[in-house]
């Protein structure tokens, strides 16, 4: 068959290809076809739902069938006018800026205590960071038990003290702060490591300088430790305050956003709004509003963290 | 001297309190279901019908498998694809690259729950709900730009010479990078395979959509499935939340210095 045939070009073509081939493999260019895959990957799961999340945003959809309509800034407007809104986000900002100060707290706390030369010492660390590799959701679903009003370990000690039993997870406010502690005796082992870190890294000399010169304990902390603590009290309140506006495990396993939407946050709303109540325009306005949050939020503390940073 | 037993009784106090939820779980799972008495109570003896029952209702076993090829998958991905991406951004630092850097790194603080919506819905669209492969590359998505911030800095501390040595000989750099660089990278690989890997291993906010199935679920999302299910039954719960535990906390407990090490590692260097 004719078409089979190789075409008299092809042989000279063949030369030549290799050739050039060749050449642009040994060129330095040749080695970004390196990064292809991961950014073929960032472009498909990251940068076009994004931007497809604006355009679901504007439009009035259950989440499923193929019926868009498009509705403007119906969904932002509606938004504002949303009274669970307001709680929603004062949850999340609880979430996210109370864990913060707990974590670093009580990490710097029980990293003070342990940089000494103590007994125990690598045990009281095991121990405290054990929670981090633990799934937050189990974590909650522990912390239920300790929490319920039927039989639960809180309640057992508040009739033991003679105490009525209080339904602790019923009140939506102080379910907020009860999931929030929740979250930071998870969390608070990695900003205890990243302080110890911090400390280690403290120039023995610097003390020895600060106690010829006087200074008693809290004046070497005040002016030795801590600024030159700078750099891990960036990284913490960082890794915190993004990892607490995000929550949403131990949230699910403890209230899931209840009584009625009390301890709701960001991420458990959009959760409802899309898969429960079917308003898929609603909850992607909502999943940008969450970004904006976290990108303003994060980037600001890294910006304004930075600067006051202390270099040895 | 009173320092010294006031700060050994603080410390014995304070691991008290951190041992309580465990001290409380696993007192749980222990007792049968008929037992009415304070969770803080000690068990009479070990009755082990409710590791039995959680292990055959919250289909553990099934869950334990999909978890080992999830986290497997996304972490072999994510490491390669990442070293992959690292090597012509540390060696080739072009302006254009550096930008490419600059987003790489940028996508480390997009919350992946904000893009939920789209993302299902794109994940619907290409029939990936269900399948291991979607929520395979969603995870290694979401992991690489830290995976490729780790690896790139990391690459920074391996001498040019080598690359040199390998080109003096006749390797392409194809060939150094696979040849000569990747087996240094050991040192952070470990890093990223026990950060992103305790990271995988006890998702649930993705596993919960991309996964919902009976028979594709992970162990966080059966657990969940099952607790829903026999919420009152709380001794069959605990034996669950145990069981789902105790894979990474048996791993943790042999190789601690590891694990704090290397996620204090990425934490800091993120």
Same mark, same amino acid.
């Given at each position: 068959m004719p078409s089979q045939q190789p075409s008299p070009v092809r042989p000279a073509g063949a030369a030549v290809k290799p050739g050039y081939i060749r050449t642009f493999f040994r060129s330095s260019s040749a080695l970004n076809l390196m990064y292809v895959p991961a950014l073929f990957l960032f472009g498909i799961f990251i940068v076009y739902p994004l931007i497809k999340g604006v355009q679901i945003s504007f439009t009035e959809w259950d989440g499923y069938s193929q019926h868009h309509t498009w509705v403007g800034l119906k969904k932002y407007t509606q938004m504002f006018h949303d009274k669970k809104i307001g709680t929603t986000v004062r949850n999340t900002l609880i979430y996210g800026i109370g864990s913060?100060?707990?974590?670093?707290?009580?990490?710097? +706390?029980? +990293?003070?205590f342990l940089d000494r030369k103590i007994k125990g010492k690598g045990l009281m660390r095991t121990i405290v960071y054990l929670p981090v590799i633990i799934s937050p959701l189990i974590m909650g679903y522990i912390f239920y038990f300790f929490f319920q009003y039927d039989g639960g370990a /809180?309640?057992?000690?508040?009739?033991? /003290?003679?105490?009525?039993?209080?339904?602790? /997870? +019923?009140?939506?406010?102080? +379910?907020?702060?009860?999931?929030?502690?929740?979250?930071?005796?998870?969390?608070?082992g990695v900003a205890m490591i990243i302080y110890l870190g911090g400390l280690q890294s403290v120039p023995k000399e610097y003390y020895e300088a600060a106690q010829i010169d006087g200074a008693r304990w809290w004046a070497q902390f005040r002016n030795v430790t801590w600024p030159l603590l700078a750099p891990a009290i960036t990284v913490n309140i960082v890794l915190n305050i993004i990892g607490g506006l995000k929550l949403f495990d131990v949230i699910v396993a403890m209230t899931n956003?209840?009584?009625?939407?009390?301890s709701q946050s960001l991420s458990t709303m959009m959760y409802n709004l899309y898969f429960a109540r079917q308003d898929a325009g609603y909850a992607a306005a909502l999943g940008n509003l969450m970004f904006a949050i976290i990108c303003v939020i994060s980037l600001s503390m890294l910006f304004l963290l930075r600067r006051k940073e202390v270099r040895i | 001297m009173i320092g010294k037993i006031g700060g050994r009784m603080a410390m014995l106090l304070v691991l008290a309190v951190h041992l309580v939820p465990f001290y409380m779980l696993i007192n749980l799972s222990f007792k049968p279901s008929e037992d009415n008495s304070s969770k803080w109570q000690p068990a009479r003896s070990l009755y082990t019908d409710n590791f039995v029952n959680a292990w055959n209702n919250a289909h553990i076993g099934r869950a334990l498998y999909t978890n080992?090829? %999830?986290?497997?998958?996304?972490?072999?991905? %994510?490491?390669?694809?990442?070293?992959?991406?690292?090597?012509?951004?540390?060696? #080739?630092?072009?302006?254009?690259?550096q930008f490419i850097y600059g987003l790489c790194v940028s996508c480390l603080i997009v919350p992946a729950l904000t893009i939920l919506v789209p993302l299902y819905k794109f994940i619907v669209d290409i029939g990936g709900i269900n399948h291991y492969w979607a929520t395979i590359l969603i995870q290694v998505t979401f992991s690489l730009p830290l995976s490729i911030f780790l690896l790139t800095g990391f690459m920074g501390t391996v001498p040019k010479e080598l690359d040199e040595a390998g080109y003096i000989d006749g390797c392409n750099r194809f060939a150094i990078f696979f040849r000569i660089i990747l087996p240094l990278l050991k040192p952070i690989v470990a890093t990223i395979v026990i950060v992103i890997g305790v990271q995988i291993w006890n998702d649930y906010q993705f596993s919960v959509f991309f996964l919902q199935k009976p028979g594709v679920q992970t162990i966080? %999302?059966?657990?969940?499935? &099952?607790?829903?299910? &026999? #919420?009152?039954?709380?001794?069959?719960?605990a034996a669950g939340c145990l069981m789902g535990m105790l894979p990474l906390t048996v791993l943790y407990l042999f190789l601690q210095k590891y694990f704090i090490k290397g996620m204090a590692d990425g934490a800091v260097k993120g």
């Open positions: 913060t100060l707990f974590q670093n707290l009580l990490g710097l +706390a029980y +990293a003070l /809180l309640n057992d000690i508040w009739t033991l /003290l003679q105490l009525e039993p209080i339904d602790w /997870l +019923a009140n939506g406010r102080r +379910a907020v702060w009860i999931i929030t502690l929740v979250n930071t005796y998870q969390y608070m956003g209840g009584p009625g939407y009390a | 080992i090829v %999830v986290t497997f998958c996304s972490i072999a991905l %994510v490491v390669l694809i990442g070293a992959l991406a690292a090597y012509p951004l540390d060696r #080739h630092r072009t302006r254009w690259n966080p %999302v059966a657990l969940s499935m &099952f607790i829903s299910q &026999f #919420h009152s039954n709380v001794n069959w719960v």
